[in-house]
């Protein structure tokens, strides 16, 4: 058996650029996805606070260092410039790995910029 749990997530970035005449999915700066541990087409799901809406897209590489967070079509119109939004990506572990599993969460700064301390 296998059970579903949080592989990491990407707390609170603010929504940079929403493109609705896109084929879709969700852009995130590179050095976010790599402190998340998040892959180029990974499956994620998008929790937006600002309203509530929950999607689920898959990741498209950004551009390093820009904070970029861009929801691309239909997911475009879940949120708007601005939004605070949670990126949780998901894995799958066996009972004994999941027994002593802890995700990663990364807490970017305002601007969807890596805190270093």
Known sequence: ???????????????????????????????????????????????NINNGERLETYVIEGEADTGIICLNGPAARKAQVGDLVIVIGYGFYTPEEAAHHHPLTVFPDDNNRLIVG
């Open 1 to 47: 058996m296998w059970i579903q749990m949080v592989k990491s997530k990407l707390h609170r970035v603010k929504v940079t650029q929403a493109e609705l005449h896109y084929i879709g999915s969700i852009t995130i700066d590179k050095r976010l996805m790599e402190a998340a541990g998040l892959m180029a087409y990974e499956r994620v799901q998008v929790v």
